[in-house]
């Protein structure tokens, strides 16, 4: 019995509680948004089209006589021919002093790659190798390129890039 009492106290306690809740809040009260203010436009009239130009006829002589027609002349517009000069391209800005030294440098790797690849037979390489002489071929055309711009640094590094992979082939 004392079980049943105890069931019926626990029973008995679960109907008591009541989730409390809040009471409910306000809705939101949302402005009225601003009236618009409204500036009216004008636009000037456009000025209008000027008349076209027209040419007055000659006044008639007193007597004709018959003659060729008379063309009247041609009132093209010849200019000058202009030659247009190449344009010579601006020069490469150096961001370095020693500028006689870079393209000696990219000279002496290009220079080192070319005797490089020349002890490469290319018939007998893998094709991850050809791929690389290939490579090594074109930086060494890029460097010449940008020798012949006058860009050093940048011939220096393709120059480098150039004797790097010749040199791999060569071992």
């Known amino acids: 019995m004392?079980?049943?009492?105890?069931?019926?106290?626990?029973?008995s306690a679960c109907g008591r509680v009541q989730a409390h809740t809040p009471e409910p809040m306000p809705g939101l009260d949302v402005p009225v948004p601003p009236s618009r203010v409204v500036v009216p436009v004008t636009l000037d009239d456009p000025p209008?089209?000027?008349?076209?130009?027209?040419?007055?006829?000659?006044?008639?002589?007193?007597?004709?006589?018959?003659?060729?027609?008379?063309r009247?002349?041609?009132?093209?517009?010849t200019s000058?021919?202009?030659?247009?000069t190449p344009a010579e391209?601006?020069?490469v800005l150096q961001t370095t002093s020693n500028v006689g030294e870079l393209e000696q440098h990219a000279r002496v790797s290009l220079a080192a790659a070319q005797r490089d690849l020349d002890h490469v037979d290319y018939r007998g390489l893998g094709t991850n190798a050809r791929d690389q002489?290939?490579?090594?071929?074109?930086?060494?055309?890029?460097?010449?390129?940008?020798?012949?711009?006058k860009n050093?640094?940048?011939?220096?590094q393709l120059a480098d890039?150039?004797?790097?992979?010749?040199?791999?082939?060569?071992?």
């Not at 004392?2 to 029973?11: E, F, I, S």
């Not at 076209?52 to 000659?58: G, K, L, V, W």
């Not at 009247?72 to 517009?77: A, E, G, H, Y």
């Not at 050093?152 to 220096?156: C, G, K, L, N, S």
């Open 89 to 91: 391209p601006a020069p």
């Open 48 to 70: 209008p089209p000027a008349p076209p130009a027209t040419s007055t006829p000659p006044p008639p002589r007193a007597r004709e006589t018959p003659q060729a027609p008379v």
């Open 152 to 156: 050093f640094t940048y011939a220096a």
């Open 72 to 77: 009247p002349p041609d009132r093209t517009v």
């Open 161 to 171: 890039k150039a004797a790097a992979l010749a040199s791999l082939l060569v071992k």
């Open 2 to 11: 004392a079980t049943l009492a105890a069931l019926l106290v626990g029973v």
């Open 133 to 149: 002489y290939d490579s090594a071929k074109r930086f060494m055309r890029q460097a010449d390129g940008a020798l012949r711009g």
């Open 80 to 84: 000058a021919p202009t030659t247009a």
